[in-house]
């Protein structure tokens, strides 16, 4: 079987366009991440959720729709619990790739739980350019 130098070329060319492509799809990914550094009570009783946004993507992040964050604690020798959950709307958030910005969240009318561990979950979905 005998292959022509342009359909070799053709191929390479094809092959090496497709690689370039799907590098720069995933390049241009948008991203946006949660830390979260503290939860505690205040003195009205809330939660507070303490922490920051991180745009770990390459992509403008322009407006968060919505964000909604589930708080669990835990005590010595207990399972895990769920203390507070709540979703978060319409937060006006802009941020260049690489850039945070620090947030803190208060979820009231919530029962108050002695705990010795906190985790957070979250999910957000955002706008981005």
Do not use: H
């Given at each position: 079987m005998?292959?022509?130098k342009t359909k070799v070329i053709a191929c390479f060319l094809l092959t090496a366009m497709?690689?370039?492509g799907f590098a720069a799809t995933a390049w241009a990914a948008p991203g946006l991440q949660w830390h979260t550094d503290r939860v505690y009570?205040?003195?009205?009783?809330?939660?507070?959720?303490?922490?920051?946004?991180?745009?770990?993507?390459?992509?403008?992040?322009e407006w968060v729709n919505?964000?909604?964050?589930?708080?669990?604690?835990?005590?010595?020798?207990s399972d895990w619990w769920l203390a507070a959950s709540t979703t978060f709307y319409d937060l006006n958030l802009y941020l260049y790739?690489?850039?945070?910005v620090r947030w803190k969240f208060r979820i009231s009318n919530v029962d108050y739980y002695r705990f010795d561990y906190w985790r957070v979950n979250w999910n957000v979905n955002y706008n981005f350019k």
């Open positions: 005998k292959f022509s497709m690689v370039v009570y205040d003195d009205s009783g809330r939660i507070i959720v303490d922490g920051y946004f991180y745009n770990n993507g390459s992509r403008i992040i919505w964000y909604t964050v589930q708080v669990y604690f835990r005590q010595a020798n790739p690489g850039d945070s």
